[in-house]
């Protein structure tokens, strides 16, 4: 059974616009929520986390927004770049000892 | 990225051959994971090292065995594969423990099995 279920699979932006990546989970014992982005060749990277006791967090462009009671939480990229075009993975952990991840995103932004 | 190093990049191997994958982290972590990524499907967790002490193996294949000599360094032994074990694997360390802390990707190793 997938912890973590993650949409859309693919996602087209124009430049400057929004996206949004929404992921839902079960289990009500995770208490960290990381979004990973990967970039071809290289390993997930670390994007921006969160914990169920906050409704959202900002980091520059990047917001997580968190819903406990629907067991959801996604990302939002604000003015996506070009440069964001990547594969997006969310993910979540019971004290940090296990992750569950998603399918992934594919996103790209359209100059 | 430059915190956990994987070698080889890419290894392509027939269905008889027998490989290692070698992973090193740099970061001072107590704990190293192998993940398995295949397209459109969530990472899948292979094995788990925490202190050394091998805590997760998720009903891997025993074509696939790891080894953990100490806290800096993971390998993943290969032999008799199947095609359908051709995927990117990650290898991947953090400091484990309450609070649930960042885990560190190495870029992967692309594996073909012919």
């Known amino acids: 059974q997938q912890q973590v279920k993650q949409s859309p699979q693919s996602l087209i932006v124009q430049k400057g616009g929004i996206s949004i990546i929404n992921c839902a989970y079960e289990?009500?014992?995770?208490?960290?929520f990381p979004w990973y982005q990967q970039f071809p060749g290289k390993g997930p990277a670390l994007l921006i986390a969160?914990?169920?006791?906050?409704s959202e967090k900002k980091e520059g462009r990047f917001t997580i927004s968190f819903n406990k009671s629907a067991k959801q939480f996604s990302l939002h990229i604000m003015d996506s770049q070009p440069g964001d075009s990547a594969t997006y993975f969310c993910?979540?952990?019971?004290?940090?000892?296990?992750?569950?991840f998603g399918t992934g995103t594919s996103l790209t932004v359209i100059p | 990225e430059t915190g956990v190093t994987q070698t080889p990049r890419h290894l392509v191997m027939g269905m008889t051959n027998k490989k290692s994958l070698k992973c090193e982290q740099h970061?001072?972590?107590?704990?190293m994971y192998w993940y398995k990524q295949s397209a459109k499907k969530p990472l899948e967790l292979m094995f788990v090292?925490?202190?050394?002490?091998?805590?997760e193996n998720n009903s891997v294949p025993s074509r696939f065995s790891p080894e953990c000599p100490n806290s800096s360094h993971l390998f993943l032994h290969l032999h008799t594969l199947q095609p359908e074990d051709s995927a990117l694997y990650l290898c991947?360390?953090?400091?484990?423990?309450?609070?649930?802390?960042?885990?560190?990707f190495g870029p992967g190793t692309r594996l073909t099995v012919l």
């Open positions: 991947a360390s953090s400091q484990a423990g309450e609070g649930g802390h960042e885990q560190f």
């Open positions: 289990n009500t014992a995770f208490d960290y």
């Open positions: 969160i914990r169920p006791d906050v």
């Open positions: 993910a979540a952990s019971i004290t940090g000892n296990q992750f569950y």
């Open positions: 970061l001072g972590h107590n704990a």
């Open positions: 090292y925490n202190f050394k002490e091998q805590t």
